[in-house]
């Protein structure tokens, strides 16, 4: 059996709208549908969606904390719901606009009471904070009381904190937003390396699609609370025909730029805006640029996950 | 009209949060009755002790109940936002509006107080008439004075509150002197027990001092406890302690815009 | 993966464990920590003044005089101390779960209940227990004592704690419905207290009947205390009542535990 399995998932909300008075009118919000996957051991998963699509629902789902209407979750073998603490010990949650350390106490105190909590033995606690500090950089903020602590190292010390009891899954909810490109990058690196060298299964909700193309050889994508994408990330860029921008910048304005592979869709002055298949190089394209026109500055914009989706839906027609 | 449009402001405020009203005056009732049966006990034994009779004790606990939340006794009045403010440090902004920031507090106290009157001040003494004999007031000029009372036993408790939250610029957390002036105003403005019963020179004490204007004054002047002119006297008595608190808040609020512009905060 | 664990045992050492560390990041300032309990305890010596002063104008209270009067006092106020200070945040509960923090409580494989009790877990309440034992134990000193008494005074203490906490946890649990109405509980859990300062013969039957037999408030003190002043019960009611508080304290922390088990199922079940 796989080690997270998800089968006819079904969640709805009752949103109960206060029209006037104490009148009531009920509506309900299917947030999942008929969802349905499994994720072997080992596995990075990329779960990706625009907002409101269901990420974080299926995330509660799968921990617990949220009872399905319907519909089958199996994690290690185990249903999340009713076997909450037990399920607990082998996983680990990193929120990422929420901290799960105690807010008022020094790094070093959350994670003692972590240990006790989860009754990690001392010598595998010792071996896997002292692998953590160096590798997340927090030696020197240990006896730092968390609120201190700025966005980065909060997250990292999260992480940290979510990794002490060598759980089976690690499941990361927008770890990398509000976090610069470096601190971005050296995080990535890190949960690269995790899963590589203890085989941690990680599941990575995230908007960034540079996190998914960094970590993820597989995608979930889940749009109105279901699965309308499920395979590796190759197959996602092809699929949604979509396209990347190539940006360029002239020395002196012109007409559009003709050339084979790329198709200018917007003109601003000197500024041209070129799309091309979001797998193609961008190399022969900005080579062939290069050569007929004068160039003053270039740069590629990646499609935003959104525009991915949406060209999932209308894989027929090619942007714009 | 600017300090008027703050109050009202404040009264909407306040007005959103029903189901903490709903809350507070069932708990408001649920002491009201203890009270009640605590004093009937009392005056079984002591037919006139204070000078009150069984019918006034009750009336008493009820009046009191009403006026808990719209005096803000403990807090949960516009002092609250002040402490936070000055908390976080907001509160240099305030310090540098046109509007006396003083006077802004007030104004918005006054509206909160306004609801809070209307809300959990008359649901209680619904319940407690309903429950219970109480006396209503001795006649128009009782129940004039009453209401005359009223925003002012309001200003005397927010200018003490206001006092509390201002020892924020200095200490750093007002937690402190918050809970203990909220114990000392439990007990001296007659919440605990009517400063009437209080022996010697405790009920001395305790009818000079400033507290004694927030309840037992307007409890008071509703069951006729004084005779004559003495009714202006007791108005009186809150207005001279309203202003000279008032006074204390200004100069304190002039020593702290000192210490802000001085050191940032 | 998961070492021996011990059972029943295992949540309490958890408790144990997270309310120990935040005593300890209170003790970092302990001449802020020592002035709150000792404020704390000048504070709650006046509430005791109001009573005392009662008694400038009575001899007795609903038959009761001062010092049995006081003996009630304290009782009540060491159970609501010691239950206030077991139940951490669960008056908190409806701010947990407007700001997710009860969400990351559940990804943690603790007993929910635990977590909240022990979080921000402080000795704040020292200053209110102590007082309230200083005035039992002055009373205590007027009381003829025998084993039977010092047992049934021991058994007061502790169902005391148990019924208090039982009120606590589960009025709180309103906020699992509704987030704003916290205050709802006080009219109980305080309520409860400060009716239980006052000899229950001051109330009429139908009160003295809802609070032994609806919610078992009066056997934080009252039956217990009728026995050891060796007083018979005012409203005629059985001796055997006067024993009994143990068993109030196992009943109502039952129901508190159900309450608390619907009350994280209906929020497992409809989100936040």
């Known amino acids: ?320 | 009209m600017l300090h008027v449009a703050v109050a009202t402001r404040a009264f909407r405020r306040y007005s959103t949060y029903t189901a903490a009203t709903m809350a507070g005056i069932f708990t408001n009732s649920v002491f009201g009755v203890i009270y009640s049966f605590a004093y009937l006990a009392l005056w079984h034994e002591n037919h006139d002790a204070g000078g009150y009779d069984a019918t006034d004790a009750v009336t008493y606990v009820w009046l009191g109940q009403a006026l808990l939340m719209t005096v803000a006794l403990w807090g949960g009045g516009t002092t609250d936002d002040l402490a936070e403010r000055i908390r976080t440090g907001d509160v240099a902004i305030d310090l540098y509006r046109p509007v006396g920031l003083l006077g802004w507090y007030l104004a918005g106290d006054l509206g909160r107080a306004t609801y809070h009157l209307l809300t959990r001040g008359l649901a209680p003494t619904f319940i407690g008439i309903l429950l219970f004999d109480i006396r209503m007031p001795a006649g128009p000029l009782a129940a004039a004075a009453f209401l005359v009372s009223l925003p002012l036993a309001v200003t005397v408790s927010f200018a003490l509150r206001f006092l509390v939250a201002a020892t924020a610029f200095w200490l750093l957390d007002a937690s402190g002197p918050r809970v203990l002036s909220g114990a000392l105003a439990l007990f001296f403005s007659g919440m605990v027990l009517p400063l009437v019963l209080f022996p010697g020179w405790l009920g001395t004490l305790a009818t000079a001092l400033p507290w004694s204007a927030i309840i037992q004054v307007p409890n008071d002047l509703w069951l006729g406890q004084y005779p004559g002119a003495d009714v202006l006297a007791a108005i009186g008595f809150q207005l001279a302690w309203a202003l000279a608190l008032l006074a204390c808040c200004a100069l304190v609020l002039r020593a702290a815009t000192r210490k802000v512009v001085l050191q940032g905060g | 993966m998961a070492d021996g664990s011990l059972g029943v045992l295992a949540p309490a050492r958890s408790y144990v464990d997270i309310a120990v560390l935040w005593v300890r990041a209170a003790w970092a300032y302990p001449t802020s920590f020592l002035m709150l309990i000792l404020g704390s305890l000048l504070i709650t010596a006046l509430d005791f003044v109001g009573i005392w002063v009662m008694f400038a104008s009575i001899d007795t209270l609903g038959g009761f005089g001062l010092r049995e009067i006081a003996l009630l006092y304290g009782a009540t106020g060491v159970g609501i101390g010691f239950a206030d200070t077991l139940i951490g945040s669960v008056e908190r509960i409806g701010i947990y779960v407007r700001t997710g923090r009860l969400d990351q409580m559940l990804t943690k494989p603790v007993p929910l209940l635990v977590q909240v009790c022990a979080d921000q877990f402080t000795l704040r309440r020292l200053g209110r227990i102590s007082q309230a034992g200083i005035v039992f134990g002055w009373a205590a000193t007027y009381v003829d004592w025998t084993p039977a008494r010092v047992l049934v005074a021991l058994m007061m203490v502790v169902s005391s704690t148990v019924i208090f906490f039982a009120l606590f946890t589960g009025f709180s649990c309103i906020q699992f419905w509704t987030t704003d109405s916290s205050e709802f509980a006080n009219a109980f859990t305080y309520g409860g207290n400060t009716m239980t300062e006052y000899p229950l013969s001051i109330f009429p039957r139908e009160i003295m009947l809802a609070l032994t037999f609806v919610l078992p408030i009066a056997f934080v003190n009252w039956y217990p205390c009728l026995y050891l002043l060796g007083r018979e019960d005012p409203f005629g009611l059985p001796t055997w009542l006067q024993f009994c508080s143990p068993i109030a304290a196992v009943v109502s922390l039952a129901g508190a535990l159900l309450i608390w088990r619907s009350g994280v199922r209906h929020y497992t079940s409809t989100g936040s």
């Open chain 1, 1 to 320: 059996m796989s080690l997270i399995e998800v089968r006819d998932l079904e969640r709805t909300f009752v949103l109960r709208r206060r029209s006037g008075g104490l009148r009531r009118a009920p509506s309900t919000v299917p947030a999942v549908h008929d969802l349905s996957f499994s994720i072997e051991a080992g596995e990075m998963v990329g779960y990706i969606g625009p907002n409101g699509a269901g990420k974080s629902t299926t995330i509660k789902m799968l921990t617990g904390i949220l009872v399905p209407t319907s519909g089958e979750i199996r994690v290690a073998g185990l249903e999340p719901s009713a076997r909450r603490t037990d399920l607990a010990r082998r996983i680990g949650v990193v929120f990422g606009q929420r901290t799960t350390l105690w807010w008022d106490l020094p790094l070093r105190d959350s994670f003692g009471l972590l240990q006790k909590i989860y009754r990690v033995p001392d010598d595998r606690f010792r071996r896997n904070l002292d692998e953590f500090l160096e590798l997340l950089d927090l030696g020197p903020l240990l006896d730092t009381p968390v609120r201190q602590l700025s966005l980065g190292q909060r997250m990292r010390g999260d992480i940290a904190a979510a990794l002490l009891h060598d759980p089976e899954i690690l499941y990361l909810d927008e770890p990398t937003i509000g976090l610069d490109v470096i601190s971005k990058g050296r995080l990535r690196e890190f949960l690269r390396t995790l899963n590589a060298e203890r085989g941690t299964t990680l599941l990575l909700t995230t908007h960034d699609l540079q996190d998914i193309e960094a970590l993820c050889r597989r995608v979930i994508v889940i749009d109105h609370g279901t699965a309308i994408f499920d395979g590796p990330l190759t197959d996602l860029h092809r699929q949604g025909g979509s396209t990347r921008t190539l940006v360029v910048d002239l020395v002196d304005a012109g007409p559009a730029i003709e050339v084979p592979g790329a198709v200018a869709w917007k003109v601003e002055g000197p500024r041209q805006w070129l799309s091309f298949p979001a797998d193609a190089s961008a190399a022969p394209i900005v080579a062939a640029v290069a050569v007929a026109y004068d160039v003053a500055d270039l740069s590629i914009q990646e499609p935003a996950i959104e525009d991915v989706i949406r060209d999932l839906y209308s894989a027929t027609e090619p942007r714009p």
